[in-house]
């Protein structure tokens, strides 16, 4: 079965970093667009970056400058490098395959993230 697994949540300081990990099973990454998002609570899911099958990168304002996608097609793993997090960036972030021509929409289970001031 295809699953999307997220990793390296936590809890941390305002100011502090955390990296985020997702692996696949069973599937290739290349050809895919993939994508992390994040809910806060009482909020809707918002995207915070995207990575395409090229590398090319986009993110959200709100996190431009502090956060780093990345990818490893070989070992079917994107990662979010996250500095100077700040309580805002408190939620559930979720891993996501983006649906595009043979590429289906997937997410992952999420993993919180929780800054403290």
């Known amino acids: 079965q295809v699953q999307l697994v997220e990793s390296g949540g936590g809890s941390v300081q305002a100011g502090g970093s955390l990296k985020l990990s997702c692996s696949a099973s069973f599937y290739i990454f290349s050809n895919c667009e993939m994508g992390w998002y994040r809910q806060a609570p009482g909020k809707e899911r918002e995207m915070v970056s995207i990575?395409?099958?090229?590398?090319?990168?986009k993110y959200a304002n709100s996190v431009k400058g502090r956060f780093t996608v990345s990818r490893d097609n070989a070992k079917y793993t994107i990662n979010l490098q996250m500095n100077n997090l700040q309580t805002d960036d408190t939620a559930v972030y979720y891993c996501?395959?983006?649906?595009?021509?043979?590429?289906?929409?997937?997410w992952g289970q999420g993993t919180q993230v929780t800054v403290s001031s």
């Open positions: 990575i395409g099958s090229d590398g090319t990168t």
């Open positions: 996501a395959r983006l649906p595009s021509g043979v590429c289906s929409l997937l």
